[in-house]
């Protein structure tokens, strides 16, 4: 009995000794750790099922060195005057080719059960177009290898505006959980850094979206939902600035990035702003998460327009648009005043979630949410079980949205030639641009923007004032 206590003390030392030695001489974080004990079990099911479900873990995966880096504000690059926004992926690791529709594309069809039945459509390669399936893996790769190849050099930064985990469409054999969220979130940032950061450094503005949160479209503040910022923080750490990482994980998800000279973009948590997010109060609750957000919001753009000579302008992104039927009616109102006060700074409103490449247009200067017909807007909102997704699935609630599209364009009033506004005045017009989703509800796409560039203020101090070329 002794000496077989011996020989067991002999293999445990010899087992900690190289231990040891491997890790006092590598400089690990404890998240690189979790990565190296994860990742030696690699990607399977049952090594992920070993994450506590109540858990928003981190590991950094294939690009550890890429979380030390330093943020996006310190990288010059030269500009293009393009940029990508890309959003809706809905990635499902279960996704499975020549599966059912009815089974959300999860399992195959029983030819013997099936034969007495009509012909139902099945799983394509790619994605299932019109149909209640996410999009399989494939899609997502091979959707941004082919931007590598005809964009990527091009491309001067990208907005990414969420909603890359699946849909809890499959809740009696395939229900999402925590860890599910979780792990394509994982997924879908390492492709993203693989393809854009890692040996391009082009800046990537990340936003998460309704499916990106768990319980689905429900997140509260830093108070109640740290361990969920805390995730999203670490896992775009090197594309949120070093000095605001503190407040996207106790303020609530949301910072501003400087991606070109004198242009910065603002990622907003629209959950805060959403009607079906009943973990957060109004936009005129004093202690609601979404009223801090909007006073952060509005302090940024004044700090814009301090600048002076109009230098300074703003890119404003989010996951979900602003809208009578997907805003808050205070946060509706109170996001069309900020927008439509600080015109002059900003440039752009980039949104996502609905799907469909479309506008919205608002006027800033009347109240928008009495502004459409009631019977309207009752036949496109949803319910606290359905999602977005859902509204495009009938030709019914399509031609519904469309008809409070048409009645939202022909209620803007027309502009008088004749009148010239004051010198002070701001446009109250506001155009928020709504992109088309990877997730193939129609086709799968991507928006590419052309905007005006502007030389940075050390190039124009270097410039010795010649009209000869510089050297490259």
Known sequence: MLRLGLVFYTAIICLIIPVWYFLSNNDYS????????????????????????????????EYPDKFKQLPIT?????????????????????????????SSCHELPDLMTDKKKKYTPLAGKYGTPGQRCDAPYLLAKETLDWISREWKDKLDFVIWTGDNAKHNWDKKHNKRKRRDVYELNHRVTEMMLKTFWVHDKIPVIPSFGNNDVYPHNRIGGGDTDSDLLSFYEQLWRPWIPFDQRATFRHGGGYFIVQVAPHLHVISLNTMYFYTQNHAVHNCIHLSSPATAQLKWFEEQLQWARQQGHSKEKIYVIGHVPPSPRNYKGTCMSEYLRVATKYSDVILGHFFAHLNMDHFLLFDGGRNNNASYNQEDLDNITLTQQQDDHDLFHTNRDVESYLTWLRTM???????????????????????IQVAPSVLPVYNPSIRIFKYETTPDDDEDDNDNGDDDDDDD
């Open 74 to 102: 310190d990288v010059k690059r030269k500009q293009h005057g393009y940029f990508l926004h890309i959003t809706d992926m809905h990635v499902d690791l279960d996704y499975l080719e020549g599966a059912t529709v009815q």
């Open 409 to 431: 364009y022909q209620d803007i009033e027309p502009s008088d030639d004749d009148k010239r506004a004051p010198p002070n005045s701001h446009a109250s017009l506001i155009a």
């Open 30 to 61: 404890v998240h690189q750790l979790r990565a190296l004990s994860i990742q030696d079990r690699g990607n399977s099911q049952l090594a992920l099922s070993q994450v506590p479900s109540s858990s928003w873990l981190v590991w950094t995966g």
